[in-house]
């Protein structure tokens, strides 16, 4: 399984770079506001230290405006996925991108029939949001599955982004699945790489150690 990072913090993503287990980033409206720098330059630096897909979403909610912004993200780096909301024309949009060779990331999908459509209109990534499917009472991972279920039974090019992933188990379901990607958090990155048995063990190894005068 792939592993994006969520976020438009800069320090997070090149430490999670450094580690070497991040394939990508995502970002959206939301997660730029936070940082409070300017949106094409932040892209542009999470393209520089990750190679990989880096998705910016557009803001426009009509196709035009869409398409036009989506070619103007799209020549910043050639790592930029432009991430389109899943509406009416979001897919037109997403279909006019993906003929000219413009990757998509259709965002805000909550069901496999929204991720057919997305599929169809040439999406490169379609990203179920689990934590919100959860917040209604739904099972967030098992419609992610679905939503790959479908892509994967007319072998379209899409790759499922498992995306509002809000806990280290929502992370192992996805890897147990076998969803394509998931977008996690960095706290949540952080959290997979803590048990607390590690840690006490390497304390008995020292301690074994320093007894044994080594
Ligand atoms: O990838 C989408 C994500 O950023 C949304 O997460 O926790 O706001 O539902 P959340």
Redesign the pocket.
């Known amino acids: 399984m792939k592993i994006f990072l969520?976020t438009a913090n800069i320090d997070e993503i090149r430490e999670a770079a450094d580690i070497g287990v991040i394939e990508g980033v995502?970002t959206?409206p939301?997660?730029i506001a936070k940082e409070g720098r300017d949106f094409k330059a932040t892209v542009k630096e999470i393209c520089e230290i990750v190679h990989g897909p880096v998705s910016a979403e557009v803001i426009a909610l009509d196709w035009e405006g869409m398409v036009a912004e989506g070619k103007e993200l799209a020549a910043i780096n050639e790592y930029i996925v432009v991430k389109v909301p899943f509406t009416k024309d979001g897919i037109k949009a997403t279909s006019m991108l993906a003929a000219e060779g413009i990757d998509v990331n259709v965002?805000l999908v909550f069901s496999p029939n929204q991720a057919l459509l997305a599929a169809k209109a040439g999406a490169a990534f379609i990203?179920p949001?689990a934590?919100?499917l959860d917040d209604i009472g739904h099972d967030g991972i098992e419609i992610v599955s679905q939503c790959q279920d479908v892509v994967l039974n007319y072998d379209y090019e899409a790759e499922i982004i498992a995306?509002?992933i809000?806990h280290t188990e929502h992370v192992r379901r996805c890897a147990e699945v076998g969803i394509d990607v998931a977008?996690i958090p960095f706290k949540v990155l952080m959290q997979m790489m803590k048990h607390p048995l590690t840690d006490i063990g390497i304390d008995k190894f020292l301690e074994d150690w320093n007894k044994a005068n080594q």
Request: glycine share 8%.
């Open positions: 969520d995502t959206n939301s997660l965002t990203s949001f934590g919100r995306a509002s809000r977008t």
